[in-house]
């Protein structure tokens, strides 16, 4: 009898896994909970990290040097195995992916913190053509893509896994199977375990994740005996404007302000960072997030004025990602903002931005202290007046703008995350784990629900990491299956 693999999720680590298993003959049945394939690997990202892949020649940066990189980053807290499997695939990764229809070309790294590092990038090229030919391919080779499909309940006898009870277009139905598969990308769309998991208020943060992932795999895999003890991560990416009456609201000129380094303060009217962390995306989302989950950047009317009618030499932390996307040259500028005065009453009507003649008023629209607001606000000024940043040290060419001229504005910055990281334990062949630390027979997980890997209590700042541990562990979890189904 033909063996059967069930994969759960059809985002980068399920396709990864999946054409795999076909490409050996195997029978698999993808199940996508929605109606489109690809997830946050396709939706949300624009490429993946690799090492020593074939288009990095003459680049001084091996699978050791990012191994040490990653281990060092995380002070040792990591597994080393995961680590060091997902660095030694990524090269043959970027092959598989061009073999199997999704092509990719080394970029630039798409941050500006990140511009002396090594390239490590792997852009898509045409994305979603790619992603169709991937999917194109794994059905052609005997591949069974099942869409409006979530997985319920891992069944199993005697030890073993017998099969899946799945929700199909509202039905439940059994599939008979000897292998799962779980990628189904943590649990960022499940409000309940998003709030039990945080720190800070589940009000101040901005989901980018993937709303279809309800950590629904990880609950079956615990119901099957799976370590679920490690706590998951959420991965902190800058920080974002939001309006609290419309999630889909977007103001240009907003977004602009907030991606580069005026003067913030947290919830106590304090200053928490040197503000130019905005150019390291990782970093400025764990400065954010470890703030309370907000802060406020603070404007003035003489800034106003002169955004107005001038543009500014700082670098939108996030023209780089756009332009290199586009393959356009970069600007290295902000503003003029035409519209300035009208775009932040737009954002003061959304209650993002407050507004106020003196800093009494503003601060009590802010609800923070008056007394450490004007202090800071005193201190920052004369640290702007010698041009050196002797509090937290930000760059000098961003001591240009002091805080004086009435009126004064507040802008507030959310915790933003990508997504969650880990929830279910496993090793590094990427087989599911139980307390004791034993492999349970024929279950896997890889991608974001795939715990003790490349973190320990942040999402490290190399780019592309967390889509490259997609891919990889997907395959990855797919070899180990297929070996397990040979024996």
């Not at 091996?62 to 597994?79: F, G, K, M, P």
């Not at 990719?104 to 053509?129: G, S």
């Not at 769309?189 to 720190?199: A, D, F, S, W």
Request: charged share 20%; with cysteine; net charge neutral.
């Amino acid at each position: 009898m033909l063996k059967t693999v069930v994969i759960v999720g059809s985002g980068a680590a399920g396709i990864g896994a999946a054409l795999t298993l076909v490409d050996k003959n195997y029978r698999v049945i993808l199940l996508e909970k929605g109606d489109k394939f690809g997830g946050a690997s396709m939706f949300g990202a624009q490429g993946l990290f690799a090492v020593e892949s074939k288009y990095q020649t003459g680049i001084d940066y091996t699978v050791a040097d990012a191994y040490q990189e990653l281990i060092d980053y995380t002070h040792h807290r990591s597994n080393s195995r995961i680590t060091k499997a997902i660095l030694e695939k990524s090269a043959e990764t970027i092959d598989w992916l061009d073999q199997h229809g999704l092509q990719t070309e080394l970029v630039n790294n798409t941050q500006e913190a990140h511009q002396k590092k090594p390239r490590t990038y792997h852009q898509y090229i045409d994305k979603f053509n790619g992603f169709n030919k991937l999917i194109q391919y794994f059905q052609a080779k005997g591949g069974r893509l099942l869409t409006k499909t979530a997985g319920k309940k891992i069944l199993m006898e005697n030890g073993q896994i017998i099969g899946i009870q799945v929700i199909r277009n509202g039905t439940e139905e059994t599939i008979e199977c000897q292998v799962i598969i779980i990628a189904d990308g943590g649990f960022i769309g499940n409000k309940k375990l998003v709030k039990q998991h945080l720190t800070i208020n589940f009000n101040n943060l901005y989901s980018m994740g993937e709303r279809k992932a309800t950590g629904d795999g990880i609950e079956m895999l615990a119901k099957i005996g799976a370590d679920i003890s490690q706590p998951p991560l959420f991965e902190n990416h800058a920080a974002s404007v939001v309006s609290s009456k419309n999630p889909k609201w977007h103001n240009e000129t907003v977004f602009s302000l907030t991606n580069v380094p005026f003067l913030w303060v947290d919830s106590s009217g304090k200053r928490f960072t040197n503000e130019d962390i905005c150019y390291d995306f990782a970093l400025w989302g764990n400065a954010t997030y470890v703030a309370g989950g907000y802060y406020y950047f603070l404007l003035d009317q003489k800034i106003i004025d002169y955004l107005k009618e001038n543009s500014l030499n700082w670098t939108d932390s996030f023209e780089r990602t756009f332009k290199t996307l586009r393959h356009k040259p970069m600007t290295h500028k902000i503003g003029p903002f035409a519209k300035i005065d009208s775009d932040l009453a737009e954002a003061i009507n959304e209650n993002t931005a407050w507004k106020a003649d003196n800093l009494i008023d503003l601060s009590k629209k802010m609800m923070v202290p008056i007394n450490n607001l004007n202090e800071t606000v005193k201190n920052y000024n004369a640290l702007v007046a010698t041009g050196k940043d002797t509090d937290l040290y930000k760059a000098d060419k961003f001591m240009k703008f002091s805080v004086g001229q009435e009126p004064f504005y507040a802008i507030k910055a959310c915790s933003t995350s990508l997504g969650t990281i880990g929830g279910v334990a496993v090793d590094e062949k990427f087989n599911v784990l139980s307390p004791n630390n034993r492999a349970i027979p024929g279950a896997f997980a890889a991608g974001n629900t795939a715990a003790g890997g490349m973190y320990d209590d942040s999402y490290p700042t190399i780019e592309g990491l967390s889509c490259a541990f997609a891919w990889n562990s997907g395959r990855l979890a797919g070899e180990a299956a297929e070996d397990f189904l040979s024996k």
